[in-house]
């Protein structure tokens, strides 16, 4: 098994800590991963991107990808070239409370999650990242919750220390908005 997932949004959003979340929780399961993240020289509002790639065996070239199976996109403004890597069934979650436009045409498994909302409703506008992963692990069924707790804990740097719990209710609120639905979303042929 090797796949490669790619997320996008926009700096500010918390995608390079995803990214680092979601490779921290693969290597917690055992897996091989290569993490690779871009971004602009702003530090809010520009293009931020980060590349996974995970395996169960030894991953020997970088991940520079030409093709994904997977996409996370936190916002539009930034989703057109990740778009068009993207391979027939991909899995991508998009930040339904600002994501703009839509995804067509393709043979793709589109999940559209409300991760801004949502992380508003816990009181903790800033964790829309943390809900976005754990929708996608649960949809994807790559790690586990408690992997992806685990790989949250270990990415906090000392100074964000006090957004744990509330980290924590993200990534379980993200991953049990799917984990009831993800079988029926499967038998109904991967559309939602």
């Known amino acids: ?13 918390g995608i390079q800590l995803a990214a680092q979340i979601l490779a921290r ?9 290569m993490y690779l993240g871009t971004y602009g020289g702003t530090m809010r509002g520009g293009q931020t991107d980060a590349t996974l790639v995970v395996a169960d065996e030894r991953i020997l070239a970088p991940p520079l990808v030409s093709h994904v199976g997977s996409a996370l996109a936190m916002h539009h403004a930034f989703f057109a070239p990740i778009e068009t890597k993207l391979r ?20 793709l498994c589109v999940l559209r999650v409300p991760a801004t909302a949502m992380a508003a409703d816990l009181g903790h506008p800033l964790g ?16 586990g919750i408690e992997s992806l707790l685990g790989g949250m804990r270990e990415s ?10 509330a980290n924590e209710k993200a990534l379980r609120e993200g991953y049990g908005q799917l ?14």
């Open 128 to 143: 829309a990242c943390m809900v976005l992963i754990g929708a996608f692990a649960a949809a994807t069924e790559l790690v």
């Open 1 to 13: 098994m090797e796949c490669e997932i790619m997320l996008t949004g926009i700096g500010g959003q």
């Open 25 to 33: 929780a693969a290597v917690h399961e055992g897996l091989q991963v």
């Open 88 to 107: 027939a069934g991909a899995v991508v979650l998009i930040n339904e409370s600002v994501f703009e436009g839509d995804i067509a045409g393709r043979d």
């Open 156 to 165: 906090i740097p000392a100074y964000r220390r006090q957004n744990l719990d």
């Open 179 to 192: 984990e009831a639905g993800v079988a029926s979303l499967r038998a109904a042929g991967g559309k939602a």
